[in-house]
C-alpha cells in the first residue's frame, strides 16, 4: 500500500506492507533508530513517538495507519541545534541511566506537558506510567518531567513578552 507521512517535518511517500509496523518503518526505511524497541509487546513505552501530537507505542501502530498524517520521533524535538526543553531537563536532571527508555519517555513527557503544563508529581507518574524504566527508579525522570514543566512556562512567558 502507498502511504503518504508527515515524520519530524519531512514528507515521505513509500510502498509497505500492511502488517508493517510504524516503529520497523521509522527505523528501517527511514533510518529513524532513536526510536527504539524494548519489548515488542505494548508494554515498554520505549517506542514512543506523536501520531498527530499525541503519544502511541509505534510497536502496537501500523506504518498504514500513519497515512496522510504526522508523525513526530525523538529526532524531530530538537529546533535550530537546540535540544527541547524536556530534552535538556532529562539531561540536566540526570533523568536516565543505560538511555533506552529515554527517547520514549521524552516523547511521552512532551505529550503529558502538552495536556498538563503544570503537572504535580502524582499526575507525572500518572502520566508516565506506560513507560517502563529498569534503571533509574524514575525519581529523576518525575524531578525532569517537573522541571521540563517549568522550563517550558518560562519559555512561552518569554514569548508573550
Ligand atoms: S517496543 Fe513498543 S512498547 Fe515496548
Ligand atoms: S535509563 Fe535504562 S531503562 Fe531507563
Do not use: W
Amino acid at each position: 500500500m502507498r502511504i503518504v507521512v508527515t515524520v519530524d517535518g519531512a514528507v515521505y511517500t513509500d510502498d509497505v506492507e500492511p502488517r508493517l509496523l510504524l516503529v520497523h518503518y521509522l527505523r528501517e526505511r527511514l533510518g529513524k533508530v532513536g526510536t527504539v524497541v524494548g519489548c515488542d509487546t505494548s508494554n515498554c513505552g520505549a517506542c514512543t513517538v506523536l501520531l498527530d501530537g499525541k503519544s502511541v507505542k509505534s510497536c502496537s501502530v501500523l506504518a498504514v495507519q500513519a497515512d496522510d498524517r504526522a508523525v513526530t520521533t525523538v529526532e524531530g524535538l530538537a529546533k535550530d541545534g537546540a535540544l527541547h526543553p524536556v530534552q535538556e531537563a532529562f539531561r540536566e536532571t540526570h533523568a536516565l541511566q543505560c538511555g533506552y527508555c529515554t527517547p520514549g519517555m521524552i516523547m511521552s513527557t512532551v505529550d503529558l506537558l502538552n495536556e498538563n503544563p503544570d503537572p504535580d508529581e502524582e499526575q507525572v507518574r500518572h502520566g508516565l506510567e506506560g513507560n517502563l524504566c529498569r534503571c533509574t527508579g524514575y525519581q529523576n525522570i518525575v524531578a525532569a518531567a517537573q522541571d521540563a514543566a517549568r522550563r517550558m512556562q518560562g519559555t512561552q512567558a518569554e514569548d508573550a513578552r
